[in-house]
């Protein structure tokens, strides 16, 4: 019944009725918040009858958004990252719709943009609390047992064993690998797990085990035979995800198009149109000079710090790749002692002996990337991207590990705050990845504000 309860209707409808409830609580909030301020504004609210008048249809257009935004649907375990996107998104939409209806249909009620805009960022604190609050309760259901979505791996190869090292090493995810199923009759299992039987085998798999979600782990697998066995896993009652070797699960990230009838899958192709990538660099202005002024603040502690600790420049200076390949000057508080071999991979480990007592207290808060916010001035830098990889490891780069030139250089990224820091720069490709597939301004913000807690915890800095 538990099971049942996280993915029912019942749970939707608990949502629905919450958010319609604070959504008129925040609405009528934003206007008392106006009211009491009408001593700022030029000429006080207008009577609070016209903003009952147009509930019905604002609190239409908020719950719209939100479950447009996929805010009642409890069919995935989405990450933090993905539920705080969305709720920007819903938050977004629901403002935009919210003045719409304001200009158009409620024109005569004349509603102030200073309660519109108050409401909305009421609505965006409830979504963020209430959401985060549900992730986190959920999580715990999931761990102890329940509403777990059965799954198995088809292919047996290193491909499919990466597979489940994501599975087994994040359970908050929710899903319970019951095994694999593979061709070669040589294999048995694949770590803990079993091999369940040959490809032939997997519809009669599925519905033996309940599997209800499927991951394709064989890169070579030829496309007929792929989307044959979509079909089967279909017919079967489970979901099919492809999982490429290079670029991970491919979930959102691909296209569904129509080829005279025929199912063609593709990947979105990377890069930013010329509007988004204006709105880009405007983004990282706006964050670089509102952050130069408190590092101005801070700068001169710093290099004090540094400077009575160890012996050295408190600037560190060194040559990184950029974007296209482009050679550009890193700045940095200087974190090791100056005998340190200046192009070595960077420390694994917050106990590595290179890094000198002040400057483990800068890396592990990020302090030692402040300077960083001149290379994002000057524009060899964004605010959010690849980590800036040094020549000597770039020249070692595969082909297609190239691609990830392919976009500017970031103070903060996906590797930030999901990544893991213990690899070395070169073998965290996979976050640089998804991100270069699937980038947009959205994005950037939602990084930027998981950034926050990531940098004041101290999260997997070393």
Not at 429 to 443: G, T
Request: net charge positive; charged share 20%; glycine share 8%.
């Amino acid at each position: 019944m538990l099971r049942s309860f996280w993915k029912s209707r019942w749970l939707t409808l608990a949502l629905a009725v919450l958010d319609a409830a604070f959504f008129t609580l925040n609405w009528v909030g934003g206007y008392e918040l106006r009211r009491a301020l009408n001593h700022v504004f030029s000429r006080p609210i207008n009577d609070i009858s016209g903003y009952i008048h147009a509930l019905g249809g604002i609190l239409v257009a908020w719950m719209f958004a939100t479950a447009y935004h996929g805010h009642y649907s409890h069919r995935e375990k989405i990450s933090s990252l993905n539920q705080v996107s969305g709720i920007f998104k819903a938050a977004f939409a629901g403002f935009l719709g919210t003045l719409a209806l304001a200009h158009f249909l409620y024109k005569d009620q004349e509603l102030g943009r200073a309660v519109i805009v108050a409401a909305s960022l009421f609505n965006f604190v409830y979504l963020y609390i209430s959401r985060t609050y549900l992730r986190v309760l959920k999580r715990r259901v999931i761990a102890q047992g329940i509403g777990l979505k059965r799954c198995l791996i088809v292919g047996a190869g290193a491909c499919g064993a990466k597979v489940m090292d994501h599975i087994v090493g994040h359970p908050e995810i929710g899903f319970d690998l019951v095994g694999f199923v593979d061709d070669d009759s040589d294999k048995k299992t694949v770590g803990p797990l079993p091999v369940l039987g040959p490809l032939s085998r997997l519809p009669e798999i599925i519905r033996e085990r309940r599997v209800e979600e499927v991951f394709l782990a064989i890169p070579s697998l030829r496309q007929n035979r792929q989307m044959n066995l979509v079909v089967e896993c279909e017919h079967a009652g489970a979901d099919f995800k492809i999982v490429s070797n290079i670029f991970g699960v491919i979930t959102n990230q691909v296209k569904i198009d129509e080829i005279d009838d025929v199912p063609v899958i593709k990947l979105k192709q990377g890069g930013l149109p010329p509007l988004h990538a204006f709105g880009k660099r405007v983004l990282d202005l706006v964050f670089a000079v509102v952050l130069f002024v408190p590092a101005l603040v801070i700068w001169p502690f710093i290099i004090l710090l540094i400077r009575l600790d160890s012996r050295g420049p408190a600037l560190f200076r060194q040559e990184r790749v950029g974007r296209g390949g482009r050679l550009f000057v890193m700045y940095k508080f200087r974190t090791m002692y100056v005998d340190t071999p200046p192009f070595k991979e960077a420390p694994d480990t917050p106990e590595d002996p290179r890094i000198t007592r002040a400057g483990r207290f800068l890396r592990k808060f990020s302090l030692d990337e402040i300077p960083q916010i001149l290379n994002v001035l000057r524009g060899d830098m964004s605010m959010v991207g690849p980590r800036p990889e040094m020549p000597f490891i770039v020249k070692q780069y595969e082909e297609w590990q190239k691609r990830r030139l392919s976009v500017k250089p970031g103070i903060t990224g996906l590797w930030q705050i999901v990544g893991r820091k213990r690899l070395p720069l070169y073998q965290n490709l996979e976050y640089d990845f998804y991100y270069i597939k699937n980038q947009s301004l959205w994005l950037d913000l939602v990084i930027l504000w998981k950034t926050i807690p990531a940098v004041l915890f101290g999260k997997g800095a070393y």
